[in-house]
């Protein structure tokens, strides 16, 4: 009888793992909906909050305050923080999430571009179902995904990828914050009046900035950094 008691002592004290939190973002109601659909009433994932905007997401995650949580944020998201903007602030501020991109059919250079600003992989929206759902946990086990990404682009991610760590890796904050601005299409004065510095100072930035890529004008670096995904590409006006 006591083997059996404590048998059953010991049962109690097992710890029932709780289920896999998903946060599903995306700009469509449809695609959410969808989702969270397909997700349903899984026994070990469910859908805990969708958002259609990078602030509803972030107010969401906050909210929310769980260890066991995947962020699939949906490329596509309109305006400044837009979803790479997201992923950014996502890795940033809860870097214990799990962040999957997820898109239908986006180049290498943007998913590049994700990983490279702290999503945990990319999972295209055309996959298979099954494939959907176990890449998602996939992730959370801390895995790599690149799930429904052409096979010869994979090559493509990782040399972008490794590109933009480079880059990012000779160039301080600052210059990135330069460089980015510059890959709008704005005027050495314009760039200087929007980070608040000197017209100089600004100059003074990109003359740094052309040294370490190994180019001679704003366009040649500005092109450098989009191979790589590193920055957006505007309408860069030559200097």
Same mark, same amino acid.
């Given at each position: 009888?006591? +083997?059996?008691?404590?048998?059953? +002592? ?18 469509? @109601? ?9 997700? %349903? ?32 944020? /949906? ?7 837009? &979803?790479?903007?997201? *992923? ?13 991109? &997820? /898109? @239908? ?9 994700? #990983?490279?600003? /702290?999503?945990?992989?990319? #999972? ?8 959907? #759902?176990?890449? *998602? ?8 995904? #690149? @799930? ?11 040399? %972008? ?5 480079? *880059? ?19 005027? @050495? ?21 052309? %040294? +370490?890529?190994?180019?001679? &004008?704003?366009? %040649? ?19």
């Amino acid at each position: 009888m006591a +083997k059996t008691g404590a048998s059953s +002592k010991g049962r109690s004290r097992e710890k029932v793992r709780p289920r896999l939190g998903v946060v599903v973002v995306d700009p469509l @109601a449809v695609v959410r909906a969808g989702v969270a659909r397909l997700i %349903g009433d899984l026994p070990d994932m469910q859908v805990l909050a969708e958002a259609g905007t990078a602030d509803a997401c972030l107010a969401a995650v906050r909210r929310i305050r769980r260890s066991r949580l995947v962020v699939l944020v /949906g490329l596509g998201l309109p305006g400044d923080r837009d &979803s790479l903007w997201l *992923i950014g602030a996502l890795r940033e501020r809860y870097p214990e999430a799990t962040i999957l991109a &997820s /898109g @239908a059919g986006a180049d290498a250079t943007t998913i590049s571009r994700g #990983l490279l600003l /702290g999503a945990d992989g990319y #999972l295209d929206k055309d996959v298979d179902p099954v494939e959907f #759902l176990e890449a *998602i946990r996939q992730a959370a086990r801390g895995e790599a995904v #690149l @799930a429904g990404a052409p096979v010869d682009w994979v090559g493509s991610i990782a040399e %972008g990828f490794d590109r933009a760590r480079h *880059i990012e890796s000779q160039l301080t904050r600052r210059e990135r914050e330069v460089l980015q601005v510059a890959a709008e299409g704005l005027t @050495a004065r314009e760039i200087a009046h929007q980070l608040g510095v000197r017209e100089r100072t600004v100059t003074t930035h990109l003359g740094r900035i052309y %040294g +370490k890529l190994g180019v001679n &004008s704003r366009v %040649g670096a500005v092109i450098e950094a989009a191979r790589s995904g590193l920055v957006t590409v505007g309408t860069p006006e030559s200097e």
